[in-house]
């Protein structure tokens, strides 16, 4: 295979996003009490300026780490996303379900950009 140079594609601003990539240390025996934590955040995110990407609990192999994806159009609006969701009563009250239930045991946030050509693409065979 031969690689090709890159190309200076830039992505459209529309498409131009940050994301910020969640990892959870969670309890292995309260997987139902964060999939009730993330369940929340479907309507908050959304309403607060995020877009919602989707949270990930375990499936098959490691059991205590669960994911979320928030995408942005700038840090600059997940800094107001973020002072939203400590200021406002549904952000507030779905920290304080995750305090109260400790089944998260540690978050570490990573912000991601994409690379336009590898972003979204889809299956070009069926397996």
């Known amino acids: 295979?031969?690689?090709?140079?890159?190309a200076h594609k830039s992505m459209a601003p529309s498409t131009m996003k940050i994301t910020c990539?969640?990892?959870?240390k969670i309890d292995p025996f309260k997987l139902e009490q964060f999939a009730q934590y993330a369940e929340n955040?479907?309507?908050i995110?959304?309403?607060?300026?995020?877009?919602?990407?989707?949270?990930?609990?375990?499936h098959e192999g490691t059991n205590d780490t669960a994911y979320g994806l928030i995408s942005?159009?700038?840090?600059?609006?997940y800094e107001r996303y973020r002072d939203k969701l400590k200021t406002e009563a549904a952000g507030k009250a779905?920290?304080?379900?995750?305090?109260?239930?400790?089944?998260?045991l540690s978050e570490k946030r990573s912000f991601l950009k994409p690379i336009a050509k590898t972003y979204q693409r889809a299956a070009e065979t069926k397996l």
Do not use: R, T
Not at 1 to 6: A, E, F, G, N, Y
Not at 46 to 58: D, I, K, N
Not at 72 to 77: Q, R
């Open 1 to 6: 295979m031969q690689l090709k140079p890159l």
């Open 21 to 24: 990539f969640i990892e959870y």
């Open 41 to 43: 955040w479907s309507d």
């Open 45 to 58: 995110i959304p309403a607060y300026g995020g877009e919602l990407l989707g949270y990930f609990l375990p």
């Open 72 to 77: 942005f159009d700038s840090l600059a609006h």
């Open 94 to 104: 779905n920290f304080q379900l995750a305090k109260q239930g400790e089944f998260i």
